[in-house]
């Protein structure tokens, strides 16, 4: 084979190989942001599962607030139901009492149903605190694996980069100056393998007679339709089916 064309076929794989790495690399901000915000959003459903479970203590706390000042009054009532004089006063009273006395039980209602809530709430609190932990888990084992990804995909870009150089470098500046015309015109993909009469990238079909010469894979010869340069590769071999 043409040497220089040789030479190609590894800077192009190399070139590729790095666009790959690099457009991994490229990725890991934004999968770290994902491990961030799906981190944030439980974070923030156990925020609300514990706000709601406080608010609802706080009104339970007013509500037996309100429940003994009437209860204090009931007691000052049944007080004073002695010292009235006619019987006028003391069913005014009577009923008076007994108004308080519906306003106690609708309260003792309404701290037993909070307290009913409470409970539920507080079991909600403890499984988001269990989802919680497990998102941290989570988060910390993703973020490691992630980071380890994220060290040998640059270690990779380095070692691939340092290759397409040390290749570039062998390669005529006539023939580079080539490889990077296509390539910036192309995708970044300046070589393609010629296979079954056509070129394996853009699938037009080659002359034969150019195909022919292809095949010596002697020369640096460029596809009619889409310029890469081309090269032969044989079409791998068809392995037989078992009878
Ligand atoms: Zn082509």
């Known amino acids: 084979m043409n040497a220089d064309l040789e030479r190609l076929i590894r800077l192009q794989r190399a070139e590729t190989d790095l666009r790959r790495v690099e457009g991994e690399l490229s990725e890991v901000p934004r999968r770290r942001a994902d491990l961030d915000a799906a981190l944030a959003a439980e974070k923030a459903r156990l925020e609300a599962a514990r706000q709601e479970l406080a608010g609802g ?43 308080v006395e519906r306003d106690i ?59 397409r150089d040390a290749v570039a470098a062998t390669v005529p500046p006539g023939v580079l100056e080539l490889f990077h015309r296509v390539a910036r015109l192309r995708g970044g993909v300046a070589v393609a393998a010629a296979q079954d009469g056509m070129c394996q990238v853009c699938h037009v079909k080659l002359r034969p007679q150019m195909y022919v010469d292809l095949k010596r894979n ?26």
């Not at 640096?220 to 089916?241: F, K, S, T």
């Open 218 to 243: 002697e020369e640096i010869m460029q596809c009619p339709a889409c310029n890469r340069i081309l090269y032969y590769e044989p079409a791998p071999p068809v392995v037989a089916a078992e009878p």
């Open 57 to 99: 203590q706080k009104a339970r706390r007013q509500h037996e607030g309100e429940l003994q000042d009437l209860e204090a009054k009931r007691s000052r009532l049944k007080g004073q139901l002695m010292e009235v004089k006619t019987n006028k006063e003391y069913t005014a009273m009577l009923h008076e009492i007994e108004a």
């Open 105 to 163: 039980r609708a309260r003792e209602d309404q701290i037993l149903s909070e307290m009913e809530r409470g409970e539920t709430l507080a079991v909600e609190v403890k499984r988001e605190e269990d989802l919680y932990r497990q998102a941290e888990e989570r988060h910390r084992t993703q973020g490691r694996a992630l980071d380890e990804r994220a060290r040998a995909l640059g270690e990779q870009a380095g070692r691939l980069g340092a290759e």
